[in-house]
């Protein structure tokens, strides 16, 4: 009886274990790596935050840039959508986004003519360094 109740118990706690692993937040969605990567910061987790970035740029960010994040980070935060649209005429519009609505589309917020003298941060070449 003792043997059935214990293989029971521990049974059910093997099953809830199990359940509990999908429900940790996976860096799928770019809220979900934003919010990620704020957690990392708050926690001093530079191995973690690290881990965010793609291949190609991790260790971009120094250990002191890093140590430099965590001043700026307070524990309420807003988190935004944004695509960025580039022309062919060298023109580029900030689109602002909602979240996934419950009718499972993105709707559009705002849009926002880039002035030129902020472009370059969002040129590949120049942002990596090569011209």
């Known amino acids: 009886m003792r043997v059935t109740i ?7 706690f093997s099953l809830f274990v199990s359940g509990c692993e999908d429900n940790y ?8 790596t934003t919010w990620l990567m704020k957690l990392a910061i708050e926690n001093n987790d530079y191995e973690e935050f690290n881990s965010l970035f793609s291949d190609n740029r991790k260790d971009t960010i120094s250990k002191g840039k890093f140590n430099e994040l965590q001043d700026i980070i307070t524990a309420r935060s807003l988190h935004s959508n944004y695509e960025l649209i580039t022309f062919d ?10 979240p996934l609505m419950e009718d499972n589309k993105v709707k559009v ?4 003519v880039v002035p030129q003298h902020i ?11 090569k011209q």
């Open 6 to 12: 214990s293989l029971i118990i521990f049974l059910s």
């Open 25 to 32: 937040i996976k860096p799928n969605s770019a809220q979900n």
């Open 89 to 98: 005429n060298d023109k580029m519009l900030l689109v602002r986004l909602t």
């Open 109 to 112: 917020e705002d849009v926002l």
């Open 119 to 129: 472009q370059r941060f969002f040129n590949k070449e120049d942002f990596h360094g």
